[in-house]
């Protein structure tokens, strides 16, 4: 496995920073990964490699770099609130149009030689589901992905496979948000929403407090199903 920034250009014609980590192949489906408010941080590094040991070629996009390049932030008091004070300024709509391109990157990138799929986190949840409808990638997975309730007015651009988690003692994403989204996506084939009790935001992350190792455990293994069907089939 292999590991280092590249460059991606976005539809304005600017380019930004992602983080690449091939498989030990070298090649397989392509994954984006969509970072949390804390930037593009050890822990996105760790899953990304995580990822591409599951046999992905991996692209997190640095999501901040209109505000602060590279951004790498702890979990702390400090960190947490500067990353809080970054995403309230940051513009989701633009956010979500450079995981798009970041989507088609991958689509041109040789070592890709399946479909492309997008995973999100925390904000970068909220990324995903808006790549989902704009960059259309072949399938989305979105963990507690804070606001999506407030931008179902997008559900109806989605066509391909979408996979939500969601905590289900989450204080920014009430059991009422959740349920708006359950019932948005009912009638869509292709999209499975999966509440893991007992548990708070960032449950994924073993870098938080919040961290659960059972739901992280099996939101994996089910995010895993998903993209092998989703990506790895022809």
């Known amino acids: 496995?292999?590991?280092q920034w590249i460059d991606v250009t976005n539809g304005d014609g600017d380019t930004f920073d992602a983080w690449l980590a091939l498989p030990p192949t070298g090649h397989g489906p392509?994954?984006?990964l969509v970072q949390e408010i804390w930037g593009v941080?050890?822990?996105i590094r760790?899953?990304?490699e995580q990822y591409a040991l599951d046999g992905y070629v991996v692209l997190a996009p640095d999501v901040f770099w209109r505000q602060e390049p590279r951004l790498d932030l702890p979990y702390d008091k400090e960190g947490s609130e500067k990353a809080f004070a970054l995403v309230k300024a940051t513009d989701a709509e633009k956010n979500g149009a450079d995981v798009a391109d970041t989507v088609e990157h991958l689509n041109n990138m040789e070592q890709v030689t399946g479909k492309v799929g997008v995973i999100g986190f925390c904000f970068g949840g909220q990324l995903a589901y808006r790549a989902a409808a704009v960059g259309r990638p072949d399938a989305t997975v979105c963990y507690y992905g804070g606001g999506i309730h407030n931008h179902l007015d997008l559900a109806g651009d989605i066509h391909k496979p979408i996979l939500f988690h969601f905590a289900g003692d989450d204080p920014m994403i009430p059991t009422e948000a959740v349920n708006r989204v359950s019932?948005?996506?009912a009638a869509h084939t292709r999209a499975l929403v999966?509440?893991?009790p007992g548990v708070d935001h960032g449950f994924n992350c073993w870098?938080?407090?919040a961290y659960d190792q059972h739901a992280a455990a099996l939101a994996h293994g089910r995010t895993l199903q998903f993209l092998a069907e989703n990506l790895s089939q022809p």
């Open 194 to 196: 999966f509440e893991y």
């Open 46 to 48: 760790a899953l990304a």
């Open 1 to 3: 496995m292999s590991t």
């Open 183 to 185: 019932d948005t996506f």
């Open 41 to 43: 941080n050890a822990h």
């Open 207 to 209: 870098g938080r407090p």
């Open 30 to 32: 392509g994954l984006v």
